[in-house]
């Protein structure tokens, strides 16, 4: 049974290669990306803090392969990398958060009509990846109840106000006490992941720490 599995599972890899999510390269099916990029991966994270006074760890600066990964996985649908960054994720937390017990991992939410549009919310993917690696439940706790103009496309100063109270806590008492990792693919200002943290805290968190796989500019 397992040398016809084998069989099919190198048929598969003929079929359908997989592709290092940084250059583009095949790789075997178990590497996360090849050889060359794991290398040139940075070994130490980024520890900065966001609005609101929140730890936040991020992998890497917006720049280079992991840019051009996440841009792939974000806007060419390659949600197959998600597996690839988690791991990335899951170094850095590892290295950057060792006194953190966390109870659960939650992610920051799409408003639904864009959530509809892109087919998928990517953090969400990245959350339910790293809940696998480090063993503890993912749980939505947050839904984003205002559709706003995309951070982006907007000044710093505009950041800031563009998303009070867009998000809203699901379930209040699975919040209170608990020690919370929120995780977000990109953190340009903080200003995203800073009212994801402040609308959680209303409901007395034990804990909250951020971590995104890149950081973008100035975190204020
Ligand atoms: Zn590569």
Redo the contacts with the bound molecule.
């Keep these: 049974m397992n040398k016809l599995l084998n069989f099919f599972e190198r048929i598969i890899s003929l079929l359908m290669p997989e592709h290092?999510?940084?250059?583009?390269?095949v790789?075997e099916r178990d590497e996360l990306?090849?050889?060359?990029?794991?290398k040139s991966t940075p070994a130490n994270g980024i520890l900065q803090g966001v609005t609101g006074g929140y730890r936040c760890t991020s992998v890497h600066l917006y720049k280079g392969?992991l840019k051009r990964g996440m841009l792939r996985f974000k806007f060419k649908r390659k949600t197959q990398y998600s597996e690839q960054l988690a791991f990335f994720l899951y170094q850095n937390i590892e290295r950057n958060y060792p006194d953190m017990v966390f109870d659960y991992i939650t992610y920051v939410p799409m408003h639904e009509k864009s959530q509809r549009k892109r087919g998928f919310n990517q953090c969400e993917l990245l959350a339910k990846d790293l809940s696998k690696l480090m063993h503890i439940p993912c749980r939505a706790s947050l839904i984003k109840t205002k559709n706003t103009t995309p951070q982006h496309k907007l000044s710093r100063k505009k950041r800031r106000t563009n998303l009070k109270g867009a998000f809203k806590v699901i379930d209040k008492k699975a919040v209170c006490g608990k020690s919370i990792l929120i995780i977000d693919d990109i953190v340009t200002t903080g200003s995203t992941l800073g009212e994801c943290a402040k609308t959680l805290q209303k409901c007395k968190p034990a804990h909250i720490c951020c971590a995104t796989v890149l950081a973008s500019g100035r975190i204020c």
């Design positions: 290092c999510p940084f250059c583009t390269t790789i990306c090849c050889k060359s990029c794991l392969k």
